[in-house]
């Protein structure tokens, strides 16, 4: 079972980049698709990126796209989420999510796919 330590949130001006870390143990990290999730005051879950096992496919929400970047180290056991042109509107705790698939290539989009969350960093983005 692996565990997930988010790290690297803080408070930023509009404009500003940011990155944020996810660190797993516990398991095999390179067995994990990864995703990440972000939560803002009053308002649901909402699905950023994912990232197959490999790193090799990803999936943007629109509201990211081109302005935020996923990547992994398979042998740091890290997923890294660079945020680039950050608007207030991004505002959330950011929460990095793991599943066990038995494909590359394959991604997850919806939090109830994950079966593995961490606790969350906070990104605050001030205008």
């Known amino acids: 079972q692996v565990q997930l330590v988010e790290s690297g949130g803080g408070l930023v001006q509009a404009g500003d980049s940011l990155g944020v870390s996810c660190a797993a143990s516990?398991?095999?990290?390179?067995?994990?698709?990864m995703g990440w999730f972000r939560q803002a005051p009053g308002k649901e879950r909402e699905f950023v990126v994912a990232?197959?096992?490999?790193?090799?496919?990803?999936y943007y929400a629109d509201s990211v796209k081109g302005r935020f970047t996923v990547s992994r180290d398979n042998a740091k056991n890290t997923v890294y989420l660079q945020m680039n042109s950050l608007k207030p509107e991004d505002t959330a705790v950011y929460y990095c999510?793991?599943?066990?698939?038995?494909?590359?290539?394959?991604?997850?989009?919806?939090?109830?796919?994950?079966?593995?969350w961490g606790q969350g960093t906070q990104v605050t983005v001030s205008s």
């Open positions: 999510a793991a599943d066990y698939t038995p494909t590359l290539a394959a991604v997850r989009l919806s939090p109830e796919e994950y079966n593995y």
């Open positions: 516990g398991g095999t990290f390179s067995i994990y698709a």
């Open positions: 990232l197959s096992r490999s790193g090799s496919s990803t």
